[in-house]
């Protein structure tokens, strides 16, 4: 079966980056991104190969503009990106390096998204020929409105039988560990495919321990929740330059390890999406789980070597670093 | 008599334009300078010579760091630079060429200072050392708690005997002629110094025509506000690329005007302040009021053929064009 | 009536611009541009509301995957491009500066465009929901196949009834006046809608001088291949920072002109395609013809301050100057 | 008790840097630093809240005057910055990598500084509200006047008890070993703070092995010179690209070591200025020996991976580093 | 006995690479650099001392020329660049990034030289002051008239009894592994230093496994064409940011295998032919078969850590690192 | 009869220039250049076709070698370029606009050139193929020693019948009028063809006033001192994005004018070099005086258009402007 068409529904911010590995404060031009959870999880699906649709808001001027532009240049469809609102949200973001951590200063508040009303949205033309919806944890933290915008998306995709995917993606600066849980709950349930990590699962659900391992963490969202899909990624390393990344998926009766890549980092922004748009893209495309999950480990793997947030690489690159063969070697 | 203090009070923002004469729908990066109408006059007067320093409030973070440092960089007092708040208003400009007007995207709403209140500002403290208060009539239209600080400032200021100068400075995009005029006509009678052109005097208070000569718009405003001192800028040309620039005084009984420049232009934001600081500057040193007038028209020239907001150039530089020696030559 | 879709067929290339005013033998580094009469054209309708459709090819590699992912950033639809073929044509442009001359270095041939067969292209296909066919005299010159492939293109036009409109655009590069006037000559009679300046018609065709009246050059193309349509482009100037710019458009029964822009040049590649897409526009959105040839020249004169071959400007603000509102003026 | 102002004396120059990692024999452009040892530390000091004054020479011109700008820029005191004398130093640097060592060419004879005499530095009144003196073992080797300033600096430290610390620091490029060795022996006696490595404490002062334990080296001095506190770093590794920095201090009866830090180098100049600010924060802030080293070797840790001369980042960063918190990791 | 005048034959093209780590569909802008495996050669050995020529065509156009200055500007003799035909080879490099292998993408047909008659190259008098032939095995995959043309420049050096040295350098993107060994075939027993890796010496002449030990493979080749002396490197790594680079030569009755280097990768196009000079400049300057193994390994190191394809170093540079001294150290 | 060897003798400097419009104050990066009178004038005449070999000193270090091979590129002989000495001289230009005007900042004492001594140049050996000795005013000002040195110039070149021009270039930054006008009165009779303009001809011999006509400085200089040859520059205007430059030669019994190109200035250092070698071109070529003073005049009007120093253009595009063909065109 091909794959078919996957709403993305979030924010999609401006990023702004100092070029090279310069401090804000040292910056005297920065460096523009778009850049959001569901847009990247939107933009790495079209590339592959999976017809996708994003579902926001921006500004009508110039910058709102140039943001469904860059989607349009992605293959997105941008068909339910509504014009209008105050503001697209801004975020600074310092390249990390060595011990030196990444830095980020959020101006998010008062977007176009976040200032929208549950009203504008029409879920059933929005899925009507739809057969999947994204959505991450981040969305219900932006309003109230938003919280119930996403409750009624996810309402009507189980009225269409469209499977539901969520990346937990807990944002601190957005809300507390208590409110997230709290809203979170309400939305698991009907959700069919869960990312997050053991760290935020700890938080927002007392679901494992950040110690504890990734099995523990994935059993617990299973039983919670009744996820038919959980999917858990694990990062190592004590240096911003350089990462261990894994992933462990539970489909079904089996639980699958990824392999685990040690990465020098160019851009680590976006990872977590591209590892999220692999599990759809091995669901979507019938992979077995172990395929799907080094599909996906492999997305986030290259995503660290890209700058920006989106995963500016085809599925065939994907498949040969997933497959193992040829890593970072030229042939000419 | 020395130059004493002059408090500039007002919002800096965050300006980012894309390099070279890039659209902001082609723009991968932005140039990013810090630029406000309060804040360019205080940093042209530091420059100068005449010791200045900034009333504003900035987010806590490494953005407003930023600000701060390059405020310290210029030589403004930054002690009364407040931090905290949500944000910090950014603005976006496309550089103008020919025919193409600039463009100018505001993202400047629930500001750091658009959401301050009046009581954080103790006028008394701020103004203890001042001879001089220098406001816009931007800032009253940035908030209710605004317009009730610039009104406090003023009267602060007129009870220290301090004199006060405003550039009108009329934005659309922050509110409409009509409760511009209302509020500005409250404050005028308290101003010394004020400083606009045709147009906003004609669309806020009435006064002369936009096609009326300026001789006509000054006596207007001395009569109806009872000013000591009006400066009037008059710009002409088809093209953004070059303009004629030049000015009118009326100060005490002497009406003078400048030459005026014909400037090819680099950057023309900031010049309007380059003229009122250029004005500030010959009332505080004692220029006569024909030395002030080309002065500050030299000042507002010099500014065109500078990158960014700030009139980086010294009072010998602006002298020396004033003087009508040694235009745009090469001596060495 | 709505405009309808426009097919616009042609070869695309690489521009490669120098930064700055450096020459190439400068160089370290290349600005790279999508660049090509037509799809200049297609580009400038998309974003002006006019549905266009872009014909060509581009070899399957991510140069050429970059080429159609900014076609689609631009609205255009790219159904039609053709992936596979040896090469994307390079072309290097010196920005030229005051008495030099833009220098222009061509590597275009061997390109995936010139060496596709006429067979390749289904036009009933292509055609099919198409109202408009444009073309230039350019396609032709690339191989025999695609003088075969343009004629074709016009036949099935004819049959549809789709409007034709060709730019004559005579390149001394890739053709003689003699090759060219002989092809071109066979192709006009189908053409309704021609655009031209007087040097190309008399080297071509021997109609007008080069330094006659440009209403001399009009009647004759209309008496010698009886085009309902023709528009005339004007330049002057002995600078290549500066130059006028002005047209004559013969439409129906009447002989209109625009008025003259005194333009400074940021980069004049493009500006003719701009003028072109243009007075489609016009026409297709029935604008009356002086309504016409002034948005034509006015859309041709901000081409002239917009970095890259793309007319990257709205209708609103290609209407506002033909109306000869706020030429470069900065409101805010 | 807060810390104190400090006093820094000595050159700061202009650097200059190839963009990315050109050799210059490749650059046709330099990234422009200004730098120079106790300019770092006095510039990391004023970021982390001790206050700081810098003592220097800077010709009368716009170079000058960007210098004296930035060190406002960065809170340090510019009431000694001396104007006047010949030039400013320069000195070009490659960055290093991988197998590549970095290359540094200096041009930094006849500068404002080495010219000066030792008549212009009135320490009474330099010193006049500082509780601390910072110098380094390059002054005394600039000229001899310099080197006169220096000791009539220490002797008017000594006199207002004021801390002295010096950066053994030493430059081949400035003068012999044994002129190094014997100048600082006559200075030595009255430092409290001695910071400096192995290597340059065998070859000025025949104390310690390069191959010995650092804690010879400590020993050595503290028998020699009497010094209250010592200070040794150590580094390791073949590469450019990557380094072990760690430190030794002895303080009182203490010896303490820092932890290791594995570092992927961004910019290592500066980064033994930033160990030594490190050292006298920990002092004046009375932070215990291991809370002091760690404290130190963080700092210089993290300048290696901000590109400059200058420790740009704050205290809270670097405590966090010494802490052993949260190295590298991206929290949102 | 003095290093003689060494003759490098083959194309060069422009290499056009995205800034930083840029993917070709995310570049605006390209740096551009020219290379080719036999130009990179006669650069290095130029820069050692070696006098170097270079043979080859180009197109007579700006671009043409400023590759002929860039020659001239690294001390390589153009005498015999000629200049015409259509067109100079463009390739475009993504530089790689961890897991993300480099990709090339080539647009070399129809260059200048391959499109070359034999006729042109007069080699009795090219070779007239020549003690060496430097060839790659790209060239004779050009065109057959460049393959009779290596075939004609080898007989005449053999004549002069000049050293002929050849690098396999096997480009599957030109011809097929059989097509290569049957034309190399034909050569090597006029090669009297041959270069290569395990990898090709299989796959073209079935010599050794790619996975057998390196002296098999030098054996093979000797016994096979009788070469006097045989070079192979070796490389190892799963990342493209680090590599270890080894090599074997086998000269005389000696095998020399040089130390491994340890290298964080900066870009590695051309490292292979900085090797390949290294080995020239050894043997003409009769190094022992160790100091050569070695120089050649540290001139390949070296370039790993040079933009561009030059190896822009000293014959100091890569002699301090071949000895083992000093690597990646500052010394000031 | 073939231009013959020209050998030049002086100067050249690293030229830092901010990017764009920036002050120095603003700048973060400088472009770098190199840059000298002699130097502009070899480079010129090489690209033209006329031999040139530059006599100069410079430093044995990586920015030494930088300058040599620009040369080189630029195809002029280095043969007699010197390695050693302290350094190279520096400075930093800003890009004038408008009304601003270009600041140059020297820091060019201590130079390599200005501590040679006299006897390191063996005049008999430089000149034994040449035909043409360039000087200027520059160099005898550096030092005494290089004030000897033009003086022994001057006379090996008379006896060798060598031609000698001198292009005046009055600086004031290294000395008096009154020193220049006396140590260059002593060279003048010696000298066959000078290069000057009226107001330098004023403040240093008193010849004609800097408002007289430039005939009268022509034929002041030439009853003064005997020259064979004279050329005067005229330049007017008061903005500095905009001169209009013409000359006046007296060749023989004749005076010539050129015509006045109006040039909008991209940058104008190095024109007045473009227009010397311009001259030197047309006497060697042997045109006439008015084709001389056409080609000089183009030559320096082109150099305007390009950034650097050195006049980067071809005989061919220089002669096209002096016969008044195709000013700015594009024809493609």
């Known amino acids: 079966m091909a794959p078919g068409l996957t709403v993305c529904f979030g924010e999609i911010m401006l990023r702004l980056t100092p070029p090279g590995c310069l401090r804000i404060g040292q910056a005297r031009s920065y460096e523009a991104w778009f850049a959001g959870s569901?847009?990247?999880v939107a933009v790495a699906l079209a590339a592959w190969g999976?017809?996708?649709s994003?579902?926001?808001k921006v500004p009508d001027n110039?910058?709102?503009?140039a943001l469904?532009?860059?989607l349009r240049r992605s293959k997105v469809d941008v068909t339910h990106v509504h014009k209008g609102g105050p503001r697209l949200g801004v975020f600074f973001v310092e390249k990390a390096a060595s011990q030196r951590a990444p830095r980020v200063v959020y101006d998010r508040a008062h977007s176009s998204l976040a200032e929208?009303?549950?009203a504008e949205f029409d879920w059933e033309a929005i899925l009507a020929n739809a057969c999947w919806l994204h959505l991450s944890g981040i969305t219900p933290a932006l309003s109230p409105a938003m919280e119930e915008t996403v409750a009624q998306a996810c309402r009507a995709a189980k009225l269409r039988q469209a499977t539901i995917s969520m990346d937990i993606n807990y944002r601190r600066a957005l809300w507390t560990p208590e409110r997230a849980g709290r809203s979170l709950t309400g939305l698991l349930p009907m959700v069919d495919v869960t990312i997050t990590n053991r760290e935020h699962a700890s938080l927002l659900f007392g679901i494992g321990g950040s110690d504890g391992g990734p099995a523990e963490t994935v059993r617990g969202l299973q039983a919670r929740f009744g996820c038919r899909t959980v999917a858990i990624t694990t990062r190592q390393g004590e240096s911003a330059s350089q990462t261990q990344f894994g992933a462990l998926l539970h489909q079904g009766d089996e639980y699958v390890s990824s392999r685990t890549h040690c990465i020098e980092v160019i851009d680590q922004v976006g990872s977590g999406d591209a590892f999220t748009a692999g599990i759809i893209y091995g669901l979507q495309n019938e992979l077995s789980p172990q395929e799907t999950v080094e599909y996906a480990a492999a997305a986030?793997?290259?995503k660290h070597t890209i700058p920006g947030d989106f995963c500016e690489c085809s599925a065939a690159e994907v498949r040969m670093l997933a497959l193992g063969e040829g890593s970072g070697?030229?042939?000419r």
């Open 50 to 52: 999976v017809p996708s």
């Open 54 to 56: 994003m579902v926001t």
């Open 116 to 118: 929208a009303s549950a």
């Open 329 to 331: 070697r030229l042939v």
């Open 68 to 70: 469904v532009a860059e």
């Open 38 to 40: 569901e847009g990247n």
């Open 62 to 65: 110039p910058v709102g503009e």
């Open 300 to 302: 986030a793997c290259l």
